[in-house]
């Protein structure tokens, strides 16, 4: 078997490449505990999620550090990139927390800027990804340096805001080149690789980059698929809960009597709402896709209050659609509009003695579909209106489907005045081929 000898130059490639697979294997193993995936991807970081996340990064890469201090691993050293995931993803604390764990074997070794260099790298990751890149956009950055540069400069010559991925890239960069001027300084102060050729010095930025990359895509990954569970559970819950609502003995009872006492009055009345109830039991019965053409949508709507007017008497409720035609494609999700008209029925209009009208509207607006309904009825005032949101169990349900669906940006929007009526908006992305966009799962 031949001999092959490195260069110092592609002794320093390999151990960047084997970096790549350090840390897969460990952000792989890190997502299989649950305490740590709830954790990471808490909203609300508590002393206790900010230290599950510093412990469950931070111990691994602090045993990798130790092992290049007392054994000569090179590879299972990445003082820069654990600091920077746990800050980049959990915030200042955690990243301080991380950069400390993982800065102070190098003090036992003569290193003493390891431990300062560390706590920096986790700081300035921490106030990047809790601070200027505003939540989601963390999750945009990949595993391949060339195409994030790419959609940079191309974000920049269409004359858009900053990529955020700009922010990621050049802070490690800026890290990665602080530290080896440092170790340029004082060699024995701070541990480094020293390549020879720029072009290396290069590929180990790039390296650092793509290592950062993959712990985001596989965090990003495990994010995804409890995204789509969660999403699956809520329209589990939202069916069960229309065909609780409609499906019970009240609504039931009220429905055949009016169609009872129009069988002989007006027999053509009694048969067209059998038709439409027989729509509502057959909708909210057989299984559907989690998204639905709007026009589908608007139909379900449609047999609801139609049945609801002849309960009420068209002088009592009054509909009004206002719906641009080129958005009866768009996909929104199953069962959405139900719950907000018939909230806006129950509490805003069933109450007055003069009855009141339903608006509901679908319009563009900044590249998005804006669905609107209103009614003039009773309202609220203004400190009930956040409470409206987590109170009632159909409202909730929406507004907690949006979120998961589309980003937390997506929520519902509410408005009332007590006396004067109520508006609730939904704006939904309006993605091509029918179905609702995954790229709002990140």
Known sequence: MREVTLTGDQFILVIALVKLGVMASLTSLLVRSRRFTNAIFSAQRTIGTQAVIALSIGLPFMIGVLLRVVLGYEALDMSIEGPYVAGLLGGVHPGLMVGALTGWPGLAKGEWLSLPVGLFTGALAGFIGRGWLLGDQVWKLSMFPPYDLYQIGRRALLGRELDPRALIVGSVCVVAALRDFLSGLKPTWLHTLHPVHLGTTVAIWAGIV??????????????????????????????????????????????????????????????????????????????????????????????????????????????????????????????????????????????????????????????????????????????????????????????????????????????????????????????EGGRIPLEALG
């Open 210 to 431: 793509s290592t950062i990359g993959i712990a985001i895509k596989v965090f990003n990954s495990e994010r995804i698929e409890s995204k789509l569970e969660d999403q699956a559970r809520l329209l589990a819950q939202a069916r069960y809960e229309v065909l609780r609502s409609q499906i019970n003995p009240h609504f039931l009872f009220n429905t055949l009597n009016s169609i009872s006492s129009s069988i002989r009055t007006n027999s053509d009345r009694a048969r067209e709402m059998i038709i439409k109830l027989s729509a509502i039991l057959r909708r909210v019965l057989e299984p559907r896709e989690d998204s639905v053409p709007l026009r589908d949508e608007i139909a379900f709507i449609d047999a609801y209050l139609d049945i609801e007017t002849v309960r009420f008497g068209p002088h009592m409720l009054r509909v009004v659609k206002e719906i641009d035609p080129t958005l009866l494609g768009v996909p929104v999700p199953s069962m959405l509009l139900q719950p907000l008209v018939e909230n806006a029925i129950k509490h805003g209009i069933q109450g007055s003695l003069a009855g009141g009208t339903i608006c509901i509207r679908a319009e563009r607006q900044d590249g998005q579909m804006l669905l609107t309904i209103a009614d003039d009825g009773a309202g609220m005032p203004a400190g009930r209106v956040s409470e409206a949101l987590t109170g009632g169990i159909g409202v909730r349900n929406v507004n907690e489907r949006l979120k998961v669906i589309y980003g937390a940006d997506h929520g519902l929007e509410l408005e009332s005045q007590l006396g004067e009526g109520t508006q609730v908006r939904i704006r939904i992305p309006t993605g």
